[in-house]
């Protein structure tokens, strides 16, 4: 299995700052630490500055990465913005703020450059944060399931309306899927919404305001030509 190297800096509204870095194996979601430079031990974000308010922050990885959040007790609490080393251009805020509790890890995936793994990274006008993952292999329709739970967005979501999202993927030339992205489409197949693809190896991943309802029968897909 191939490794990278993981850093970031969490900022805080103290103006405390948290320092990360971790060798992550690649294909593999795992915890990224802090940097034993700064913190002698590697420690969970949570454990290390309890009571610390996150307001903003950038995590790298070194070849590709496909998601990064926060962690609290088996669901995401908030989405951390993230970029491929050498194509960072900002350090975005988080999309809420978040007071640090014992036991909060910072949760990564990272990839080989090639990988094809899509994410889907939503906020809902419920301030709800989820990711829905999949992986394209040839000519196809892929469907995007949630990360935790493995639910369709239809189930995970429904009765919400998306607010903000990023789909990123290194498809990107082979989406055919409308806007080249990720689409959800309703139960009698129109569109409810489209959200542009990003290869987060050329530039650096944000998310876009949206406005996209989901209801039960709701799912969300790409289509890629190869």
């Known amino acids: 299995m191939t490794t990278q190297n993981v850093t970031g800096v969490l900022n805080c509204s103290s103006g405390f700052k948290i320092p990360l870095s971790a060798t992550i194996t690649d294909g593999t979601e795992a915890s990224l630490t802090t940097d034993v430079a700064y913190t002698v031990t590697a420690q969970n974000i949570g454990d290390f500055a309890v009571g610390q308010t996150v307001v903003s922050g950038l995590i790298t990885a070194g070849a590709n990465m496909s998601y990064c959040y926060i962690l609290r007790k088996g669901l995401i609490l908030a989405l951390v913005p993230w970029a ?13 703020a978040v007071t ?21 990274s939503v906020v809902t006008n419920q301030g709800v944060p989820r990711i829905f993952i999949g992986t394209a292999a040839g000519a196809a329709t892929t469907q995007l399931l949630d990360l935790q739970t ?9 009765g919400s309306v998306i607010t903000s999202a990023q789909f990123t993927s290194v498809d ?5 899927s409308v806007a080249g ?24 991943p944000y998310m876009k305001p949206v406005s996209i309802p989901v209801q039960l029968n709701f799912t969300a897909q790409y289509i890629t030509s190869a």
């Open 181 to 204: 992205g990720c689409q959800v489409t309703m139960s009698n197949g129109n569109l409810s919404g489209a959200v542009p693809a990003t290869d987060p190896i050329e530039v650096q």
């Open 172 to 176: 990107q030339a082979l989406i055919t």
């Open 100 to 120: 640090l509790q014992p036991g909060d890890q910072l949760r990564v995936l990272t990839m080989v450059a090639a990988a094809r793994n899509a994410a889907f």
């Open 84 to 96: 491929v080393k050498g194509v960072a251009c900002g350090n975005p805020s988080l999309h809420r």
């Open 150 to 158: 493995s639910n369709t967005i239809g189930e995970t979501l429904n």
